[in-house]
């Protein structure tokens, strides 16, 4: 079993920055592509940023500029930075990964969420 668990979220001023991770955890397992998404109040999941198990991103054009997703494949671990936070951006955020599963000559390839965390900007 693979667990992704987020972490970095809180409240913060327009303007203001906040770095988001997101930690694998488990046995056996590759991380392939991951992505951040996000959810405001009313409205439905948006993608953020992705980026490959090589580190090709891609991003939303609502925060390009102002977001920068990364990973550390040694940590098992994803991350995005966002800098210049608007009240819009105010949303639960989460994270997904494509995930490979070797268990013996078994493998299983799925998608897995994290919990998500709450970001608010507001002055």
């Known amino acids: 079993q693979v667990q992704l668990v987020e972490s970095g979220g809180g409240l913060v001023q327009p303007g203001g920055s906040l770095r988001l991770s997101c930690a694998a955890s488990g046995s056996g397992f590759t991380l392939n592509a991951m992505a951040w998404y996000r959810q405001a109040p009313g409205k439905q999941r948006e993608l953020v940023a992705t980026?490959?198990?090589?580190?090709?991103?891609n991003y939303a054009d609502s925060v390009k500029g102002r977001f920068t997703i990364s990973r550390d494949n040694t940590q098992n671990t994803m991350y995005l930075q966002m800098n210049s936070l608007k009240p819009e951006d105010t949303a639960v955020y989460y994270c997904?990964?494509?995930?490979?599963?070797?268990?013996?000559?078994?493998?299983?390839?799925?998608?897995?969420w994290g919990q998500g965390t709450q970001v608010t900007v507001s002055s």
């Open positions: 997904n990964a494509d995930i490979t599963h070797r268990s013996g000559l078994v493998r299983s390839d799925f998608t897995s």
């Open positions: 980026i490959s198990s090589t580190g090709s991103t």
